[in-house]
């Protein structure tokens, strides 16, 4: 984990990486990307859009298949990243502490774990030990905009 001495120690691991944040994405309702309070940043909900649209839509187990659908919540796991860029400056993440994955299942889909794995393996290749974090993957009927995966992040950051 990168001390005080170590300023832009993120932004130069996502360049070495290859990975560029996206834009934020605009919110599609009543709400912003994310919120600081106190030494944390919570983002909204953040749906697999790229280029202003959704990479996919659908059930995962139906239409979308659960490998895609991983890559999916990956999507989603940089426009989290993003947002809280946007607030804070990703150098200022101490670690990540929460995510939180809604995958829109097709009746009897259950791997809803390994759809949420896209975003938290992203996470860990970026952040490391900082990446490692408590999770929750849910099932649920419907996302908006009919999106396959939804993912929020509980993030701290320094100061």
Not at 57 to 67: F, L, N, W
Not at 95 to 111: C, D, E, L, M, T
């Amino acid at each position: 984990m990168p001390d005080s001495e170590s300023a832009g120690y993120w932004s130069r691991k996502l360049e070495q990486l290859g990975i560029a944040l996206p834009t934020v994405v605009p919110p599609v309702a009543n709400y912003v990307p994310a919120v600081r309070t106190g030494a944390y940043v919570y983002t909204s909900g953040q749906l697999p859009m790229v280029d202003g649209a959704l990479a996919a839509t659908g059930k995962v187990g139906a239409e979308v298949d659960p490998g895609q659908a991983a890559g999916l919540a990956r999507t989603c796991a940089l426009n989290a990243l993003a947002a809280v860029d946007a607030l804070v400056g990703v150098d200022a993440v101490v670690r990540i502490v929460k995510v939180v994955g809604f995958v829109a299942s097709a009746p009897g889909f259950n791997a809803q774990p390994a759809v949420v794995n896209g975003a938290s393996d992203v996470l860990g290749e970026i952040f490391g030990d900082a990446g490692v974090h408590a999770r929750s993957a849910v099932g649920v009927s419907e996302l908006p905009l009919d999106a396959p995966v939804e993912v929020e992040l509980i993030v701290e950051v320094e100061g």
